[in-house]
């Protein structure tokens, strides 16, 4: 079994930073792409920024050039450095995996976390 367990949302003031990580466990034989999702009330959910094994990024229109992505396969992690954060950025923010399981590794199957709040207010 493979889990995903997000950590590090919570209240913040605009301008403010938050840093979200992402750690998964399990038989894991290999993860590659990577990304975060945010929900926000009343819309639906939106791809905010993914990262490939390779470490190719991509993100949101609305994020760019605030949020960064990353990753440490040693830990199996990916972090989500969010910066001069803005009232539209409160949302449940969800970790996303492609993984590969140890004894399967011709397989790869999609896992989610379970979610993360992140608020911006004053």
């Known amino acids: 079994q493979v889990q995903l367990v997000e950590s590090g949302g919570g209240l913040v003031q605009p301008g403010g930073s938050l840093r979200l990580s992402c750690a998964a466990s399990g038989s894991i034989f290999r993860i590659y792409d990577m990304g975060w999702y945010r929900r926000a009330p009343g819309k639906e959910r939106e791809l905010v920024a993914s990262i490939t094994r390779a470490s190719n990024t991509d993100y949101a229109d609305s994020v760019k050039g605030r949020f960064t992505i990353s990753r440490d396969d040693a830990k199996y992690t990916v972090y989500l450095q969010m910066n001069n954060l803005k009232p539209e950025d409160t949302a449940a923010y969800y970790c996303?995996?492609?993984?590969?399981?140890?004894?399967?590794?011709?397989?790869?199957?999609?896992?989610w976390g379970q979610g993360t709040q992140v608020t911006v207010s004053s």
């Open positions: 996303n995996a492609n993984i590969a399981r140890t004894g399967r590794a011709w397989l790869t199957n999609n896992y």
